[in-house]
């Protein structure tokens, strides 16, 4: 007399666990892929909207200075550390976070910011015409 095969044999099932294995793997970086670019971008934009809320503060609150000299923003992106009360930095403010959270004109809803982080705003001059600009490095608002 034969026996009846119920069910699966353990090679089976460790095959099975093994295929699951591989995919649930290959989904999730997938997945931890796109959460993280996503929060990359997010964070830009929030960068994005600190650099206008703090134009929008300076102009408002802060007493800008006018400079003469030329300075471009590679020059600014380079020397962000030694930017102080030089003859060639007359026209920085630094406004943090908290400034412009206080005033109104910024929020931060997800917390990507630190009360403490600086935003530069200087005036930059293009021959004809000069305008301020508001930078904020990379480092800002990326928790």
Known sequence: MQKKKNGFTIVE?????VV????????SSSVINV???SRKKMASEVRNNLKESALTYSMDHLHLEKCDP????????NNIT????????????????????KAG???????????SDVVI???????????????????????
Not at 105 to 115: L, T
């Open 35 to 37: 959460v993280n670019n």
């Open 13 to 17: 099932l460790l095959a099975v666990i």
């Open 20 to 27: 699951l294995a591989i995919i649930i793997t290959i989904a």
């Open 105 to 115: 004109v910024f929020e931060d809803k997800r917390g990507f910011c630190n009360n």
């Open 121 to 143: 705003i200087y005036r930059y001059n293009s021959g004809e015409y000069s305008e301020y600009k508001a930078y904020v490095s990379d480092e800002v608002c990326n928790k």
């Open 70 to 77: 030329i300075f471009s923003e590679e020059m600014l992106n």
């Open 82 to 101: 030694n930017l102080n009360a030089s003859s060639n930095a007359t026209c920085i403010q630094r406004v943090t976070v908290e400034e412009v959270k």
